[in-house]
Structures are given as C-alpha cells and as structure tokens.
C-alpha cells in the first residue's frame, strides 16, 4: 500500500510545474545578477570552453532536506563542480 | 578540499526530493540538487538536447568564475570520480605553486614535489 503510494506521489511530482530558472550572464568577477538572454528553446548552443566565465545561474534546489534557491555565485570563493545529468533515477 | 558541487537536471525539484526520499544513495547527497526544467541554463551550457534529458557534462569552475575544465559524455557511459578529484587536486596545487605545472600522470600523492617547472628550457624533455 505504502509502496503503491510512493509511486502515485512519485508520478504526481514528475508533472511539468512552473518553475522560475533564470541565466544569470558570467559568474565572476562581474558577479552578474541581472537575467542574461538565455537561449532560445530549441537553439543550438555550445559548449562554454575552458579560460571563459562560467555563466550564472538562479535556480530551485534540493539542498539537504529544504527545498531552495541557489545561485551559482553563492558559492564565489570556492571551488564548483557543475554536474548535469539526463535524469533523476539514473546513475551519474 | 574547498568544492561544493551542484548537480542540475531538467526533473523538477519535487522529483529530485523523491529521489532523495526512495534510493538509499541518494538519501545521503549533501550537495545541492538544482532544478532545470525548462533546459534554460543546460542550453547556456551547451548540455541541452531535443530528447529533454542532458548530457552528462561536468564542468571545474574556479574561485574566481572562469572554467577551468569541461566534460560531455554522451549517452550510456558514467563518470569517473577519481579522475574529477585528480583534476581539482592538480588544479588547487598548481593554482597554490604559481609557474609550477601538474604533468602528465600527477597523481593527488605525489603532492607539491611532483609538479615541474614550466619555461622554453622544458621543452623536449618530456
């Protein structure tokens, strides 16, 4: 029953909600907080290359139990490793 | 070691909480799990695809900002963490040992004295 539950949240979860992802221009220096142009859905973008400014982002996070904003540039000052993934449920 | 790590996907942070909640591995992630379901920063990433799912790219941002490194696999092939580790450890050294250089093969154990010094007189000697 429990089981049958968590896979009903589960799904219920898993639906498209509105959430607010803003680019935030390069991360650094500039310390960008204003929204940059993001892409166009469906553009082809590329690969940022080592020696450019990491872009800048504002998003809803899970960050230990609570559920927040973060910004990349919370973290100036330390060391980031960004990791993208194809999906939850799936190895890294 | 001074890295916070942020995993991003296009799940919504719901799911990510749920994930949280079911797997026994993922109970313990201590870093934060980002949201990105409208695929708005995997595209200023260059990680985006049509299919909605991103690739798998990583990517070593220095205190400063600027990347330093950059990984994309495609498709069914995982990470190697070691070789992350590895890169930051070499990164921060060298980052700490200015006109010093990690060559090819340093190890997070060979420390300080295994870096070399970089100069025109080098050249040809590796």
Not at chain 1, 2 to 9: A, H, N
Request: hydrophobic share 40%; with cysteine.
């Amino acid at each position: 029953m429990m089981r049958v539950l968590l896979v009903f949240l589960a799904v219920i979860f898993m639906l498209p909600a509105h959430v607010p992802a803003q680019v935030l221009g390069g991360c650094g220096t500039s310390e960008a907080t204003e929204p940059a142009a993001a892409p166009e859905p469906g553009q082809m973008t590329r690969v940022p290359l080592p020696g450019e400014q990491a872009p800048n982002f504002e998003l809803p996070a899970v960050v230990g139990d609570d559920i927040t904003t973060i910004r990349l540039s919370d973290y100036k000052g330390m060391w980031r490793v960004i990791c993208f993934y194809p999906a939850d449920f799936t190895f890294v | 070691m001074n890295v916070e790590v942020i995993s991003i996907s296009t799940d919504t942070h719901f799911s990510h909480w749920m994930w949280k909640k079911t797997s026994p591995t993922i109970k313990n992630v201590r870093y934060p799990m980002a949201s990105d379901p409208s695929g708005a920063v995997a595209r200023a990433y260059g990680v985006w695809q049509k299919s909605g799912v991103n690739k798998r790219g990583r990517f070593i941002v220095n205190p400063e900002g600027t990347i330093l490194a950059v990984e994309v696999l495609y498709g069914p092939i995982g990470r190697n963490v070691d070789e992350l580790i590895r890169q930051i450890k070499a990164m921060q050294t060298v980052a700490d040992n200015p006109g010093k250089a990690a060559p090819a093969g340093w190890q997070p154990s060979d420390g300080v004295k295994g870096l070399i010094t970089t100069g025109k007189d080098d050249i040809g000697r590796y």
